[in-house]
């Protein structure tokens, strides 16, 4: 498996905070069977001062730890870049950077607020040559007041990354209720650890890997932690990869369940005071 969102590197934000949680990270995640993790700490102007050379820099050095402690697990750059004035020119300029210097850049938007002009932001991303990988919307308190924009963005060539805990319960009844809906309406590329650290937030990403293979089958399940980001790594175009699968549930249809959470289910979408319903019967789902 490739781990394309992590906060492996040590003190840069809020992420690992020394080497020794650095080395344990990276532990777990290779008795799980990941092979490559980005390094994405966050970049986020006034709180996260990141810049391109710096996280190169401490990639390399994070490198060489894990080599001398024999860790076999591969290293590439990336950033959690926030959403922000003069995107592209800091992408140009290597102040912000892509996924393993490709065309694939991780984009993350303000938890709590929708962003104005969301649309225009990603489309001058995408006329730039950039292909853009929305993080974790599955977490965003506005995803229900703006759900059809984000599938909008998906049919204009926007890519999204769901958090593998977000699969299992580990962010909440409504996380969960919106990221097995995006999933089984196509629109999830990738799934991530987004590990920060090696309790709460550790990498689990093979967890979150059998959830969705449950689900949706084994075969969609390595495109979403293998195939894509393979490509990724390789730059491949988004073309010339596996779309995302459909699933049975989507246009709200009644999709079989298995036997102990009850019977057949209905992926229906909600109002905002039906979530914690819907969402009490998909966590059963995947017990």
Known sequence: MIDLHCHLL????????NLATA?????QAVEQGVTHVACTPHILPGVYHNRGPGIRNA??????????????LQL???????????FVAGLKSGELLTLADSRYVLVEPPHNVAPPR???????????????????????????SRYEIIKKLVQSGV????????????????TLYWAVQLLDEGCVHLIAS???????????LAAGCDAVAKRIGAQEAEHLVFTRPMGILKDQPPSSLP?????????????????????????????????RGFSDRLRRLFR
Do not use: C, K
């Open 76 to 86: 590439v750059t990336g950033a959690d870049v926030h959403m922000a004035p003069n």
């Open 118 to 144: 969301l649309e225009q932001f990603f489309f001058n991303l995408m006329t730039a040559g950039y292909v853009p990988v929305l993080t974790h919307p599955e977490r965003l308190s506005w995803i229900l």
């Open 159 to 174: 890519w999204i990354q769901v958090t593998a805990g977000s699969f299992t319960g580990a962010f909440g009844r409504t």
């Open 10 to 17: 040590p003190g840069l934000d809020d992420g690992a905070p």
């Open 194 to 204: 987004d590990a920060h650290d090696a309790e709460r937030r550790p990498p689990n």
């Open 243 to 275: 779309g995302p699968f459909r699933g049975a549930g989507a246009d709200g249809e009644s999709v079989e369940i298995p036997e102990s959470s009850g019977g057949r289910l209905d992926l229906g979408r909600p109002t905002a005071r039906g979530v």
């Open 23 to 27: 080395l344990t990270m990276a532990r």
């Open 59 to 72: 990639t390399r050095s994070l490198q060489d730890a894990l080599d001398h402690e024999g860790i076999p």
